[in-house]
């Protein structure tokens, strides 16, 4: 807030209903399957009392296919900012990850099909696309590190990365929920969509360089 204040501006809203007597509730999907990312929709708490206040007017239906039409609508702008950002944006991101930091990494990278390291990690097919889409531009950010004049800036930002993974990791979040957070504090937590995308890129790099999520 601009008071310095926070709020919850959003609650996770399941569409089949967790417990019995809660809005949409049925017996035919099991507790873990009702609590996966699948079953799980983002809203504002205005519209998430309502469908659960007026639920007969929001079948399961109704509400997987809104969810799916704003997926659909979020991932094409992802992937047309994706086509356009470019060193500009990828600068303003990642200088604003390493800015300050003095650790160096003196690991090695190794890589492994994202297919299976997605299986691995339980990460939903939500996930999956935007990591994805965000390998698109893999080649650019690593030509991006490899001509940057800073030796140790390349270590930095790894160390950076794998650092708030291991703080998100311990805090005890599901797989997909440690990934948006990734994704916030990749892209500095702004909401404009090139910054995401910029921010999506780091996150799928270091994703698909078993840096950061189990191999």
């Known amino acids: 807030m601009d008071d310095g204040t926070s709020a919850t501006i959003g609650k996770i809203a399941h569409i089949v209903g967790e417990n019995e007597g809660s809005a949409r509730f049925t017996t035919e999907l099991s507790l873990s399957k009702r609590n996966s990312p699948d079953n799980l929709m983002l809203l504002c708490g205005t519209h998430h009392d309502e469908i659960d206040n007026y639920h007969s007017e929001y079948s399961v239906e ?3 296919k809104i969810k799916n039409d704003f997926l659909k609508r979020l991932s094409s702008i992802f992937q ?37 390291k997605i299986a691995k990690n339980e990460l939903s097919s939500d996930v999956e696309d935007l ?25 930095r930002l ?15 979040l599901s797989p997909d929920e440690i990934f948006y957070e990734m994704l916030s504090f990749s892209s500095g937590g702004s909401n404009d969509f090139k910054r995401q995308a910029a921010g999506l890129t780091v996150i799928a790099y270091y994703f698909n360089v078993c840096d950061i999520f189990e191999k």
């Open 62 to 64: 109704d509400l997987h």
């Open 131 to 155: 990591l994805r889409m965000g390998l698109v531009r893999e080649d650019q950010l690593e030509d991006y590190l490899n001509k940057n004049l800073d030796s140790s800036f390349s270590s």
């Open 80 to 116: 047309e900012n994706l086509l356009n950002i470019g060193f500009a944006e990828l600068d303003v991101t990642i200088s604003y990850l390493v800015q300050g930091t003095t650790t160096k990494y003196d690991g090695t990278l190794k890589l492994i099909p994202p297919a299976e």
């Open 158 to 172: 790894r160390n950076i990365i794998v650092e708030k993974y291991n703080s998100v990791k311990a805090a005890g």
